[in-house]
């Protein structure tokens, strides 16, 4: 679906949306969880995420870490895959690769959603009524650091002697383990931009200091398998599949 296909989606908040889903979650989700919670972002990774920041948490008997009843106690800051609910958000790279192309398509409501779908609107009007726009622009201003990091792998890593496709594999396979993954400063700093120095007034604000401290800290980094992993953990948080790092 385009912008201006139409559709229309109305919640009635009955909360069987908020179980048992994957939804990853990106640098700028995680400040909007923290400032929503009232919370460092350190502290929101713990009480809501899962795979360092990447994931949002889901309980043992299906709920979201955050549902408090059949409510999000973080509403105002929920993750960019809620509000899109229940459109889901495909991307990819552009031909100039700064840039991304992306493309709606429709979800299967959750079994028993009291939610009710219609064509009274546009996909475009749905996320304006959403607040997506924020944490669109956030997606573009995060991407372009895939490919600075990308450019510190190239500077450290010397492919004449290590086998390209296999260290990236590993890089993913490291980016995407649940459990007993290697220490990766990097990583953890892409969730947790408070940690790093980079609390401002406002999440945009928070997240154009982020930008810039991760290329600084990645610029310093001399472990390529380290900013690898970082690089595949960040493009998938954006959205991207590991294999468009
Ligand atoms: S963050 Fe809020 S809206 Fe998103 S799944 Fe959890 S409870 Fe539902």
Redesign the pocket.
Known sequence: MLAESKFSYLCNGC?L??RD?V?TLSPYDVIRIARADKVSTGEAVARYTLRRGSL?RFLPDGR????AGPR????PG??L??RLYPLGLERAPGADGHTCVERFVRLEPAPGSLGIYGAAGTVADFLEGQQAAPYLDAVARYYPLVGKFRGRVAATVDFERVEPREFWRRAAREALAETNYDPNPLIDALFDPDGLGCGRASAEETAVAHVAALAETAAWEHDGAIVAAAAVMLATSLGYAPGEV
């Open positions: 909360g949306c908020c889903k939804i949002l979201c870490a955050a549902l999000c106690k973080i509403h929920r993750p895959a809620c």
